[in-house]
């Protein structure tokens, strides 16, 4: 007998379960393929643009033309991918890092990244709350997305808050917008500095600079590279060290969430109950395994590969989910926010490079 005449209730309870999810994740891994496949082509490698990025716009474009009439059988596959798939990608993202990152940056680059992560995310809330009216949603993952690690903070956070998929797009989209800028500006602000001789910057400066600044993590080798490998290998370390900071600016964001502050009452005005992201906890776990050196440098590039494949998954889906209506609805005030949060980075950046080495 022929079972794909079979009815789907009929078939074992994984079988029926896999059909489920088969369609869905076979699309989002579809657009994620042509993502990875058009970030590495010479025009957009050089402009900095990952293919997370490309990934969710995507899946924007083909969310809101042709999707609707696959949703009903690809629903619970972009399901799965939005949520499941992108947890396991942030834990893999713990490969990226070893602990010790931290001592070729130094003190004070851990210092400087601190003060960048800390004071743009609270920058933020300030201006997306009481400035811009912006709800807490959008605020906080325009915060994380600014202050972190662009996209992938984005990502990170959003279970956190229990964020909307507009909200999520929006948040991207000015990271993409002023990363994108950032690509280009500071190398160009580098040179003009040359040319003149405001300040005294050397490349190792600036690599550390841009590490604590710049949106992205392909948008840092990107505006590090434009200038000398010195400065991309430092501003990627910089980055990194970052990066690591993620784990514990959520388990914090978590703790807020608990107490029953503004961003947990955004649904109901109810507090809620401390909800610990385990995910970030294995992140941690899995640099720290990396910074033990047994794993082979072939699994950890595997699992990197794998890690980028999943990230990229969970964006076309999140693409695939998000109307554009909703994201026009928020309006121009998310991008004046993250203009603002992009200018603070600059300049306030710039100083804290500048003040807290001599202060160590």
């Known amino acids: 007998m022929n079972t794909t005449s079979l009815p789907r209730s009929s078939l074992p309870g994984w079988l029926r379960h896999l059909t489920e999810l088969a369609p869905g994740l076979l699309l989002a891994g579809a657009i994620a393929a042509a993502a990875t496949w058009g970030a590495r082509q010479p025009l957009l490698a050089g402009s900095g643009l990952s293919a997370l990025t490309l990934a969710i716009c995507i899946g924007l474009v083909i969310g809101n033309t042709v999707y609707p009439r696959l949703a009903p059988s690809c629903h619970a596959g972009v399901g799965l991918a939005k949520q499941r798939l992108l947890r396991a990608?942030?834990?893999?993202y713990g490969l990226r890092l070893t602990f010790q990152d931290i001592g070729h940056v130094g003190m004070a680059g851990v210092v400087v990244d601190a003060l960048v992560l800390g004071s743009t995310f609270l920058l933020a809330q300030w201006l997306g709350r009481r400035v811009f009216g912006l709800d807490a949603r959008t605020t906080v993952l325009i915060g994380a997305g600014s202050s972190i690690c662009g996209a992938a903070a984005v990502l990170a956070t959003e279970p956190v808050i229990k964020g909307r998929a507009e909200d999520v797009a929006v948040a991207v989209a000015t990271v993409v917008v002023f990363g994108t800028v950032g690509t280009f500006l500071y190398p160009a602000l580098f040179h003009w500095n040359a040319a003149h001789g405001?300040?005294?910057?050397?490349p190792a400066q600036y690599g550390l600079y841009v590490g604590s600044t710049?949106?992205?993590?392909?948008?840092?080798?990107?505006?590090?590279?434009?200038?000398?490998?010195?400065?991309?290998?430092?501003?990627?370390?910089?980055?990194?060290v970052r990066v690591m900071m993620l784990a514990p600016f959520l388990l914090l964001l978590s703790m807020a969430v608990g107490r029953g502050n503004r961003i947990s009452q955004v649904?109901?005005?109810?507090?809620?109950?401390?909800?610990?992201p385990w995910f970030a906890l294995g992140f941690v776990a899995m640099a720290g395994v990396n910074s033990l050196?047994?794993?082979?440098?072939?699994?950890?590039?595997?699992?990197?590969?794998?890690?980028?494949?999943?990230l990229a998954v969970?964006?076309?889906?999140?693409?695939?989910?998000t109307h554009v209506r909703a994201v026009r609805a928020a309006g121009t005030k998310p991008l004046l926010l993250a203009a603002l949060l992009f200018a603070w980075l600059l300049v306030a950046g710039l100083l804290f490079n500048r003040w807290v080495p001599g202060l160590l």
């Open 198 to 202: 405001w300040l005294d910057m050397s």
């Open 214 to 240: 710049v949106h992205e993590v392909a948008q840092v080798v990107a505006a590090g590279e434009a200038i000398a490998p010195e400065a991309a290998d430092v501003a990627v370390i910089s980055k990194m």
């Open 314 to 321: 969970a964006m076309a889906a999140l693409g695939l989910t």
């Open 267 to 276: 649904s109901d005005g109810q507090p809620r109950r401390i909800t610990i």
């Open 293 to 310: 050196g047994v794993l082979p440098a072939a699994v950890v590039q595997v699992g990197v590969q794998l890690d980028n494949a999943l």
């Open 89 to 92: 990608g942030i834990v893999l």
